[in-house]
């Protein structure tokens, strides 16, 4: 008997594998990615304290955040709500998704908006 492959599932399993060697610290925190059909939403986290430092998403935006001109946007727009609170470095943390257009986009504005991995 075939079972279906259910993605969401996979993508959870892969994520709960990466996040065992990605930790977000006070000094490096972790950002993360969530990626729906519609949206896509950021968090910078300190696994430490267990403190959400910024967050930020495509519903705050004008722009549809189901492509990738949305997603650059968001990842502007987190850049600069972290180097607002002090944050420089960080740690990349995809989700458990492929480094692939709208996570690729993310991370590339927020690299360039002056965020560093």
């Known amino acids: ?24 610290t006070p000094e490096r925190p972790r950002l993360n990615v969530f990626r729906s059909n ?14 959400t430092l910024a967050q930020a998403s495509s519903r ?3 722009k549809n955040g189901a492509n990738i001109e949305g997603a650059k946007s968001v990842g502007k727009l987190i850049a600069e709500r972290a180097i607002d609170k002090g944050v420089k470095n960080i740690v990349f943390d995809r989700g458990g998704y492929l480094y692939h257009g709208r996570v690729k986009a993310l991370a590339e504005a927020a690299r360039e908006a002056g965020l560093e991995f």
């Not at 519609?38 to 403190?51: E, R």
């Open 1 to 24: 008997m075939f079972k279906p492959v259910i993605r969401n599932k996979q993508r959870k399993i892969r994520h709960r594998r990466m996040r065992f060697y990605i930790k977000g």
């Open 38 to 51: 519609k949206q896509i939403y950021t968090q910078i986290i300190d696994d430490k304290n267990n403190v």
């Open 60 to 62: 705050e935006l004008e």
